[in-house]
């Protein structure tokens, strides 16, 4: 029973799961969700809830946030009763959302003006790797404060890497997001060829989960597409947000810019389902 007290901030389709294998594995965790109803589905299971982030930093020794985007980052730690208001020092806070090295690098240096810490740990997996605890984990940050967090980064993931300095994980994560959107695209793009030349899709994914290009993600996706399933795992919406924070980032090459472009298109239509629903659009298209 460990009793390093977690605050964990964000309890979307990633952050309730992960949230939950840390009070399974007998942490005390103390919840803050922007809105409240979410809470209900860990506060059943034994977590408590802080009315702002700046009241759940005063509670825990290790923060957890896993939020949307930069945007929403920025609202956690710098909004009314954010985690900078609240006047604590000596804790950890770690970033595992999907955003720009950029805000991870700012938000670090305002937590260590404050005499805390800030890790960058975003993750690669979905919410099925989440519920198994079998995410992929990696950091940016000091190697120091990631040695005093990493057991509890290990209740979360089959690995955690600690990559380089703040930000590092963001631009790795960003790496990993990028070939995501170029790989969704090309199987609804090969999807949609195949059909047009009158190859069941059936047969079409048949062929592929045989061949030399089969792995989970093809097979995962491929049901998605034959059972025209595209309730989200992944939201559309943020791998068009990570081709973006890629882009300004430097993936201005002849994949990024056409995966920007597509699924640019895509959200705004297609953001809320998943993100293989990119086909929607190929397959609607002359
Ligand atoms: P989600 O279901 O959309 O949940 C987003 C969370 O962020 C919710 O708790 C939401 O609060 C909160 N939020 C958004 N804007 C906010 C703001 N301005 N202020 C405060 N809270 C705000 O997202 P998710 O799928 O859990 O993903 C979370 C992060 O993990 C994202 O960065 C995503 O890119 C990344 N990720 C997702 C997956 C995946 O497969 N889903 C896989 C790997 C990484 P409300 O409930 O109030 O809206």
């Not at 006047?87 to 404050?114: D, F, P, W």
């Not at 045989?210 to 795992?233: D, Q």
């Not at 081709?243 to 297609?270: C, H, I, M, V, W």
Request: glycine fraction near 8%; proline fraction near 2%; aromatic fraction near 6%.
């Amino acid at each position: 029973m460990s009793t390093t007290k977690i605050g964990w901030i964000g309890l979307g389709k990633m952050g309730i799961p992960m949230s939950d294998n840390l009070l399974k594995a007998g942490y005390p965790v103390t919840v803050y969700n922007r809105s409240k109803d979410k809470e209900e589905a860990v506060t059943a299971k034994g977590a408590r809830t802080a009315s702002s982030p700046a009241s759940l930093i005063e509670h825990s020794d290790v923060v957890v946030v896993m939020v949307s985007d930069d945007r929403a980052i920025h609202d956690i730690f710098l909004g009314e009763a954010g985690l900078l208001s609240a006047k604590t020092t000596g804790k950890i806070i770690i970033n595992m959302s999907t955003v720009s090295s950029a805000i991870s690098r700012e938000m670090s240096i305002l937590c260590s003006n404050q005499n805390n810490h800030y890790l960058d740990a975003p993750v690669s997996g979905s919410v099925k790797q989440a519920e198994s605890a079998q995410l992929v984990i990696m950091v940016g940050g000091e190697e120091n404060i990631y040695e005093k967090v990493k057991e509890v980064l290990e209740r979360l993931g089959k690995l955690t890497l600690l990559v380089g300095g703040v930000g590092a994980g963001n631009a790795a994560k960003l790496a990993v997001n990028s070939m995501i959107g170029f790989y969704t695209q090309g199987l609804a793009e090969a999807v949609v060829f195949a059909q047009k030349n009158n190859i069941k899709v059936e047969d079409f994914l048949t062929i592929i989960n045989n061949g030399a290009l089969a792995n989970i993600y093809t097979k995962t996706k491929g049901e998605a597409i034959l059972n025209n399933n595209f309730e989200p795992a992944f939201y559309l919406k943020h791998i068009y947000k990570d081709l973006g924070l890629a882009r300004d980032q430097g993936l201005n090459t002849p994949l990024g810019e056409a995966a920007y472009e597509s699924f640019r298109q895509a959200e705004k239509t297609l953001g809320n389902e998943d993100l293989v629903a990119i086909i929607k659009q190929f397959a609607s298209s002359k």
